[in-house]
């Protein structure tokens, strides 16, 4: 066990750097750069059970210190996941990954986590709840507590492993709905997704996203994604992962200041692809500049 | 794909508001004519992709039309200055679909990835025919360059102050065997109506990482969805699929 290493839901990780659902694709693109056994894991692309284009585009749009997104979930589908990204991750990545499942009714989140369950190669459960619940009217699970609750009860009966539950930070109060995840039976938190932001193109006088608005990420939105976390971190017990606007070693620790267990980093590998492998490269100087002997320490009160 | 830092070398003005800047440094990763490489600039969060219009040695040739903050923040770039750039990106056109007489037509700020691809294709000893589309005279470049290869050109104005009076499908010679083309979407879509022979079409779209990473600039194709960074940004004419 190294000064870097953490657990998180009782899985060792070598260090707390995870690469962040929907900037990663399935591995393979940042494969071809470097080895990227050097991470902690990474949380793959937001799958669902059917395949989907997504949105229409455009679906970025940059913005000061960040980014808008409107991709919409585009992937392959669960099946084609296990089928074909998993073999071919299983080439070059050889630790336990985190399955990030999104869905749009309880039954199909706990379908697609059940299948995803059965994949040796799958150490973590991440279920994204920040999508229109099409069952209830267009809210999204993750802004009501009984509703996020229900989508944990379904996928806990159905999976063995570790269930992260992956807030959306557009609620009024993110503890209870944290809470609620917590007493539904989840092994984990992580926060925040992205806050919901839009646009305007000055020469068109129209929306830049195709979707009118979008998802911001990027150092923007750290200050919000570190508060939340510490709000989170304080109403519950389950290890909570840390994360929004990450993009140096510096940024990891203060998550982890924050109370995370494990940070993942978002949009910095979109402009940066080496961007997790230089903060893993970084963390020990970071650490040694600010009298921290192991990461581990941190956790706690 | 790589990162490396260049350096300005050179920065002129084509037209009113076409650039032309010339960077040095590390271009081992640039390998087809029709890719791309993306520029971080200070101040701005994600990275402005461009095609390549040439290379020479350690020399990397940019033409691009300032439309917005990066290209802006781009025009005014000095000198000595320096930018970290990932070249290689894309896949880039192929030269051995073009037969003897290929057809190249560029629209606007679609020419510039045309002109390092006319020059592989001459290297090569193909007749290569240029067309290229402007709106009005003040806005053609890069005719002379085109000749100065070995190219036959035709140059259109849609207001007919130069050259062809009307669209790039005004020109069109009546041999060829393979047709490269880049430009506005409207262009592709005549030029995909009125070619008679297999062609490479290269298109824009809004990027996030420009390394397929993030999605952002998926299309549908008729062999499934595609990146435009990755598996584009050149498509064959039989794998697109044009939405309305």
């Given amino acids: 066990m190294g000064r870097l290493s953490v657990d998180l839901c009782g899985i060792g990780l070598d260090n707390p750097v995870i690469p962040a659902s929907g900037t990663f694709g399935y591995g393979w ?13 990474f949380s793959f692309k937001g799958t669902t059970r059917e395949p989907r284009f997504g949105n229409p585009t455009p679906r970025i749009a940059d913005c000061p210190a960040g980014m808008l997104n409107a991709v919409g979930l585009q992937n392959p589908g669960v099946d084609r996941v296990i089928n074909i990204e998993l073999p071919k991750l299983a080439k070059v990545f050889h ?22 369950d059965a994949c040796p190669q799958v150490g973590w459960l991440e279920v994204n709840i920040s999508c229109p619940n099409v069952h209830g009217g267009g809210i999204s699970f993750g802004t009501d507590p009984a509703s996020a609750a229900s989508v944990v009860r379904e996928v806990k009966a159905v999976t063995t492993k570790p269930v992260i539950i992956k807030l959306t930070p557009n609620v009024t109060d993110i503890a209870a709905i944290a809470k609620a995840c917590e007493q539904a039976g989840a092994d984990g938190i992580s926060l925040i997704n992205t806050l919901l932001g839009m646009r305007i193109d000055l020469r068109t006088q129209k929306p830049v996203l195709a979707n009118t608005t979008g998802g911001l990420s990027g150092p923007a939105v750290f200050p919000v994604a570190l508060r939340m976390v510490w709000q989170v971190a304080h109403a519950v017990k389950i290890p909570v992962v840390g994360m929004g606007g ?15 267990a494990a940070v993942e980093v978002g949009a910095a590998n979109l402009i940066d692809p080496w961007a997790c492998q230089k903060i893993i490269r970084d963390l020990p100087d970071a650490m040694d500049r600010y009298g921290i002997r192991e990461l581990k320490d941190l956790r706690g009160e | 794909m790589k990162e490396e830092w260049f350096t300005v070398a050179a920065q002129r003005q084509l037209t009113d508001n076409v650039y032309e800047i010339k960077l040095t440094g590390d271009t081992s990763a640039v390998t087809r004519p029709g890719q791309f490489v993306n520029l971080r600039l200070d101040k701005l969060f994600l ?6 219009c040439d290379l020479e040695g350690d020399v990397l040739t940019l033409i691009y039309k300032v439309v917005g903050r990066g290209t802006e923040a781009l025009s005014r770039m000095t000198p ?98 393979h047709v490269y083309t880049c430009g506005p979407e409207p262009m592709l879509r005549a030029v995909y109506r009125e070619i008679h022979t297999g062609g490479s079409f290269s298109f824009e779209k809004r990027m996030g990482c420009g390394f397929g990473a993030c999605m952002g600039c998926s299309c549908k194709t008729v062999t499934g969805y595609k990146r435009i ?16």
Avoid: H
């Fill in chain 2, 80 to 177: 000595g200055q320096t930018i970290p750039v990932l070249t290689g990106l894309g896949n880039g056109y192929d030269t051995a679909r073009s037969g003897t007489e290929p057809l190249l037509i560029g629209g606007g700020v679609g020419v510039p990835p045309l002109y390092l691809l006319a020059k592989s294709l001459r290297a090569e000893g193909k007749n290569v025919t240029a067309v290229l589309g402007f709106n009005t005279v003040r806005e053609v470049f890069y005719e002379k360059e085109f000749r100065a290869i070995g190219c036959k050109v035709a140059v259109t104005t849609a207001d007919g102050s130069y050259g062809i009076k009307g669209f790039v499908t005004d020109a069109l010679p009546e041999r060829y065997t």
């Fill in chain 1, 29 to 41: 693109e940042f494969a071809e750069l470097y080895d990227i056994n050097i991470l902690g894991t």
């Fill in chain 1, 246 to 260: 990450v993009g140096s070693a510096e940024d990891v620790l203060e998550m982890m200041m924050a109370g995370a």
């Fill in chain 2, 229 to 244: 960074c990755k598996e584009g940004p050149v498509l064959q004419k039989e794998e697109i699929r044009w939405e309305d």
């Fill in chain 2, 47 to 52: 990275r402005r992709p461009l095609s390549v």
């Fill in chain 1, 95 to 116: 630790k336990p990954v985190m399955a990030n499942v999104s869905g749009f009714s309880v039954a199909e989140y706990a379908e697609t986590c059940a299948k995803l």
